[in-house]
């Protein structure tokens, strides 16, 4: 297992290439005049996903530390990346720092990131123009290489749970054959873009600077304190498996649970005015209907209703709490 993770190597199954978005991509920059490039090739998943979508590129050139089949070559990419394409369509290799660093597994820290697929999607778009890739859902909150994304989509698999048959369908339409972590399409162009186009599959939500507007002002108000065991405010920051159920709560109803410092979930909030719970809920609907929870991170697995599980951050959590106090200061003025 951990080879497989010091690779980042997991296999993409679903197909994302007949979604909408790449299909216009792919007709735009001419797919099939074009020698493809995946540099990180595994066991030539894409190209077959792009076969099956009914695509054509003009040839395609592989590479993978460790070739899954015959016709790719063996080179470390990371360190030598191959020059001369102007198309790359790649599911580069996803390990996050801190994992790496808990197992000992090598990390190219020189670079800064704190996963290795953003140093992988940088050498791509060092070395080609156009460049597709299949990368962690969050990658769109992390406001990295922006300038040449043009579409973002988050990949959502669609069946729902149901019948043991759709279960099983279910699992089979995921991304990946080993894990469920919510993934991304991004779409990158030779040009710098104006905006980011962000889809749901092939559901357009809105362009990335209108959907920031629905958000909060950042708040570093310090007197919201977070996991503190006597807060006035309760929080359930993340979604059960049924429904987008994060809220605001009274304490009294987190009462059975322990505040733990280091807590990202349930927690209580000490806030040093009265709070209106209703509104801030209100306020927090308002944002997931408007935004899409584009801005909020998802978990592995699905909700009962086809969506990502989601969870509220204590920085967007803080603006919302702030946001409610600076409007009864301006009522009460
Ligand atoms: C996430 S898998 C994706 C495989 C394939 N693109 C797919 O979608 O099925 C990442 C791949 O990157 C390869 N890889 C990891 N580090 C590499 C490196 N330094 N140079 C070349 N390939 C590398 C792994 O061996 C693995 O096959």
Redesign the pocket.
Known sequence: MDKKR????????GNPFQLEPFQTWAEELNLERHTVL?????????PR?IDSAQLRCGNWAL??????ATGIVQ??????FPKGFNVCI?????LARNSATRRGLPFPEAAGYND??KY?LEQCLAHCEWVAA?IPEAFIRSGLFLQRLRDFISLVPRTQYGTKQERKRKEMSYM?EDTEHPVGLALFSPYVTSDVRVWRNNRFLGRLSELRTHLPLPSCNRSIVFNEPRGSLGLIAIDNTFSASIRFCPPAELAGYPVRSQCRSITRIGVPWRVNIELLNARLATIREKTHDVFFTAFKGLRRDGHYRRRLDWALARAIVDMEHLQLEMNME
């Open positions: 010091a690779n980042g190597r997991y296999y993409t199954c995946e540099p990180f090739a595994g066991t030539k998943s894409l996903l590479f993978d530390i460790e070739p899954g080179r470390d990419t990371l360190s030598d790649t599911n580069p290799p996803w290795l697929y992988a299949i990946f």
